[in-house]
């Protein structure tokens, strides 16, 4: 009898990872993590100030070609000080994948303002550029410069892709929506450190870009994000917000508007530094990895591997695979037989509107995400895994 | 010449320092830090999941004796997410001392609520319960379990009394005012850990209490803070709250509310855990400190400084000296003075409704505040330092 996809799943993964058991996506400290921990700690300076701070924050512009890096407490903190610094109000929408993690939506919710979900395409899980033109015609009234949402009457302020598992999300057709509907564009690249899109470093193409360095991360701080542009008032302004709204003192406190606790401590900023010294290490070792995968399933009918969309160079930040619409029904059982075997596997996100907190907003249609999230399926994605 | 009272107060700081320059206050790392950091890198869980965060919550809770302590990112966001868990709502009105360090009045304001100050008292700088209960009487009306404050109809919610400087504020006067109109009581102990009132530690005797631990605390994780609370239900909802409201699951992400990225990395933690063990070693530090600079000051005319209140015991984080009524002129000369030769000092934060964000907020009439303001200086206060 031949093996069912469950089981020919199992054995693909496992022919990768030597028959062991693996998680979804482990850190790994093997350069100069503890030296600069030391370091760091000798020097006293282990909060909000220090050089670390300052190095990492160095260390992330170079490596993206952003002009500034702001570093933060974490991805999530630093996609909501992106969308105050861009002018999102209250009552304002934002629209945002209806497939990603949940910290998309909450980062607008805590702006007062609505999170609009839109579709994906299979071919990179991030927005669909066409679909969500064509939609936007259908829905936008304009206000001199304003886009108006005519079913809510609500000013539809920013466009936020996500770079889906550390794809490339198709930036050429969403800056083209950006400057046809007059919307500020923040990339969520909180899972694509070391993902570029014709060699621009993701994050780094529209207004503002914020990355997150949490432990399931390609680099970890603990836990950590950043802010990146290359508007150097907007970069200011993220610094001022992210330390209190303190205006520079030798002793006063004088705070002049309502600011955020959010500085990366220097300790956690140690670790990115040594962190970032060993990126390139991890994404060749990433990109082996997927070839091994592809290798491996190449032969199995009824599921593909997810590879980087044309154009682009991936991080390959968790390998996915992708049932096909006929095996749909069997997304459970892989999930079940992989993890049970100890080959940790999850599927995609629950959708956003179908969470209680967004149930009641505004959504485009979403045939394609409401197909993927049946299908996708993340299994062992670490470096130095195969 | 007799010297002048800047001279003074420079020569008698210098006399407990020894001649040296002098931080306002430095951690100091010398016992088990060092270990637990590189068992915590070896393990490779640095972030939101490890035994140090059990650990240092166990830790906390069996120190403060607190039922529960839940470790988050910093001691403002313990702040938002009490508030959050009190019932405070958007246009509610939260009563904090004008004279607090500004995360107190931003965490109201991150639950959309409005802060609304109060006055202090001059013998342990945090709010004055009698003049608070006068200023109630006169400004609320009920609705039934509900205090309305008459001038804007706004429901008062809240009390959030600030332990400054780690000085145990009146609780038994802030107790009987939260139980005669009915507001929630929630302790900012951000700067008072090791500080009780009555064998009671600070934190414990309101619904919650917030720690923090920042690099300027009496221990630090390089960032971090903490929720205490004696309430089982309550300690679980911030838990839950803090980890993105995720509804636990082997794979599948569901997150039943708006939640939030609060959760304290396991790097910081075991900071934290070794920064615990040595706390009490600190505590005795900064009593002994409190005593030189007592000898010193007191043959100083027009200057005082400040003692633990009666039936409490301070953990003395920043010592705190308050200059005579008709010497408050030579406040700036003070500051600027010690400043130059390397003894950091610094002011009383400036009252929350000077600060811009604030000026349109509702206040009590401010006479003590206002006094201590001009008045208030905060001199080399680390363990160790004598």
Redesign the interface.
Known sequence: MPSSLPQQIVQAISSVTGGKKAALH????QGN??LY??EC??S??????GKFVDRFEADLAAYTGARHAVAV?????ALHVALLLAGVKPEDEVLVPAAT???TA?AV??C?AIPHFVDSEARTLGIDPRALREYLRDIIVRQGHISINRHTGRTVRALVPMHVFGHPVDMEGLLEIAREFNLVLIEDAAESLGSTWHGKHTGTLGLMGTLSF???KTI?T??GGAILTNDTALAKKAKHLTT???VPH????????????Y??????AA?GCAQLETLPAFLASKRRLHEAYRQAFANIHGVSLLAEPEGASSNYWLQALILDETQADACEAV?TMT?DVGLM???L??LMPH???FARCPRAPLPVAESLVRRVINIPSSAFLA
Chains 1, 2 share one sequence.
């Not at 482990?26 to 400290?29: A, K, V």
């Open positions: 482990e850190p790994r400290f993590e503890w921990l030391k700690l000798d006293t300076f282990v909060s909000s100030v407490v974490n991805g999530t903190a993690f949940v910290a909450n919710s805590y007062n949490n432990g399931n970890t603990g836990g209190t709204a303190k030798r002793w006063a406190f004088e705070h002049d508007e309502i600011g955020y606790n500085r990366l401590p220097n300790l956690n670790l999930l993890n596997t999850r599927p996100w629950n969470l209680p907190p």
